[in-house]
């Protein structure tokens, strides 16, 4: 199965909220991970990826936590906008080789803004 | 999409025929990916390629085969022995862990 998942499959938010989407993953040697945002239709877009030995990183309007103790990432969208509705997924490799680029996606949460 | 076109966007194909997905991307990558997504999962890894003339299979090879004779050429064929080919056909790429994604095809079987 896959050792990406998400906590919550649908996110509704209110306009100008900020929204928080987890990501638990069971691999321990995964050593990269990256969120990506899909929206209807379209390929999936790169937003903010942090590496196994940060805890945070920092985008614009966006922030990505690792923890590596329950494994568990979330990302953090700061002041919601309408233009955030999608789907966001995480994905992961477990870094098991050079050259070895393969990700793992977890299934997804699509997040809904409410005006 | 930065650099990755995937064409056509919309494919139907009648059963018993093979079809061939076109990915290129004039970012200067090595590595190139097909992926499959279906409705409620995520995304599955058809084949991928680290290098020009080099390709390997991914978790769902079976049905379909690529080239890799261009650096920025990576086209997947879905062969009539792909049981359910309807599906969001995604191609990347990537110079390192970071994956970039083209716009998908979406291939119906009437």
């Known amino acids: 199965g896959e050792s990406v998942g998400l906590h919550l499959p649908t996110l509704s938010v209110q306009e100008g909220d900020n929204s928080i989407i987890n990501c638990a993953y069971s691999?321990?040697?995964?050593?990269?991970f990256i969120w990506y945002k899909q929206e209807s239709g379209k390929g999936p877009q790169f937003i903010i990826d942090?590496?196994?030995?940060?805890d945070k990183r920092q985008g614009q309007r966006v922030t990505v936590l690792l923890n590596k103790t329950v494994k568990h990432l979330s990302l953090q969208i700061a002041a919601t906008q309408p233009g955030d509705s999608a789907v966001y997924f995480c994905?992961?490799?477990?870094?098991?080789?050079?050259?070895?680029?393969?990700?793992?996606f977890g299934k997804g949460t699509k997040l809904s803004v409410i005006p | 999409d930065g650099g990755i076109t995937q064409s056509p966007k919309y494919l139907f194909r009648k059963e018993g025929q093979n079809v061939t997905l076109s990915c290129e991307q004039n970012?200067?990558?090595?590595?190139m990916y097909w992926y499959r997504q279906d409705p409620g999962q995520g995304l599955r890894l058809i084949y991928y390629?680290?290098?020009?003339?080099?390709?390997q299979k991914g978790d769902i090879a079976e049905g379909y085969s690529v080239s890799r004779e261009k650096k920025e050429s990576f086209p997947l064929t879905v062969t009539s022995a792909q049981k359910n080919p309807t599906a969001f056909y995604l191609c990347?790429?990537?110079?390192?862990?970071?994956?970039?994604f083209g716009p998908g095809t979406r291939l119906t079987v009437l």
């Open positions: 990347a790429s990537s110079s390192g862990d970071t994956q970039y």
């Open positions: 691999n321990s040697a995964s050593d990269y």
């Open positions: 942090i590496r196994s030995n940060m």
């Open positions: 994905a992961e490799n477990i870094g098991s080789g050079a050259g070895s680029y393969q990700l793992t």
């Open positions: 970012l200067n990558h090595d590595a």
């Open positions: 390629s680290q290098i020009v003339n080099d390709f």
